[in-house]
């Protein structure tokens, strides 16, 4: 089956600095990656998401890249701010098929 | 946007006793759902993939006698979890995908967090 591993498991940054989390994912199959933030005792929410015939997508301050090549793919928040802080999940998926999440990355953006 | 509702919020129960959870999408239709279990600062386990009118699929080591899964209709599944023991306390998150897309998006309900006593 799929198995997604994510880096960093922590990460702290100052305000305003940026932050990047990576992922990689071992089915070629998967062609659906979304990234997830969840606040403390709250659902997981879509932030971002792309699919496998795209190498990179933005939405303001964030963006997600893929090398499909690599099979790995990255998260990166612009501009940090502190209510940026949570823990953010990667996930590999087909798209008719279930997802498999990362370990998760608590990102702590400090004032 | 697509909703997904999820009840109880919070239950607390004996040991022994059953718990029914349910799953609602409230604005879109679901012929898939999934159910998660999370450990306090872990990642999102999924337990079982629930497809409407048949029988759901379970991931490896999840008993499926233990949890058991109907999905009825189209905007509902519920989680049972049967003869609960302390060891089951835990945060299970239902999540729908959108049976009106293929681009596979998961919505993701609030979250049960059951206490078994």
């Known amino acids: 089956g799929e198995n997604v591993e994510q880096h960093p498991s922590t990460l702290s940054v100052q305000e305003g600095d940026s932050a990047v989390i990576k992922c990689t994912y071992s089915d070629s199959a998967s062609n659906y990656f979304p990234w997830y933030k969840q606040e403390l005792g709250k659902r997981p929410q879509l932030i971002i998401d792309i699919r496998s015939n795209v190498g990179e997508k933005k939405d303001q301050r964030i963006a997600v890249t893929l090398n499909k090549t690599a099979k790995h793919f990255s998260l990166h928040i612009t501009e940090t701010q502190p209510e940026d802080s949570a823990v953010y999940f990667c996930a590999a998926a087909s798209y008719a098929g279930k997802s498999t999440f990362g370990d998760g990355t608590t990102l702590t953006v400090k004032p | 946007g697509a909703v997904v509702s999820q009840h109880p919020s919070r239950v607390i129960c004996k040991s022994g006793t059953s718990v029914k959870i349910e799953c609602r999408s409230l604005?879109?239709?679901?012929?898939?759902m999934f159910w998660y279990r999370q450990f306090p600062k872990q990642s999102l386990m999924l337990m079982a993939t629930s497809n409407e009118g048949s029988k759901a699929t379970y991931e490896q080591g999840v008993e499926k006698d233990k949890f058991l899964i109907n999905h009825a209709s189209l905007t509902l599944s519920t989680l049972t979890v049967t003869s609960a023991h302390p060891e089951d306390s835990s945060f299970y998150i239902c999540?729908?995908?959108?049976?009106?897309?293929?681009?596979?998006?998961?919505?993701f309900g609030p979250g049960t967090r059951l206490t078994v006593t």
């Open positions: 999540s729908a995908r959108d049976s009106g897309t293929t681009h596979g998006e998961q919505y």
């Open positions: 604005d879109f239709q679901a012929t898939t």
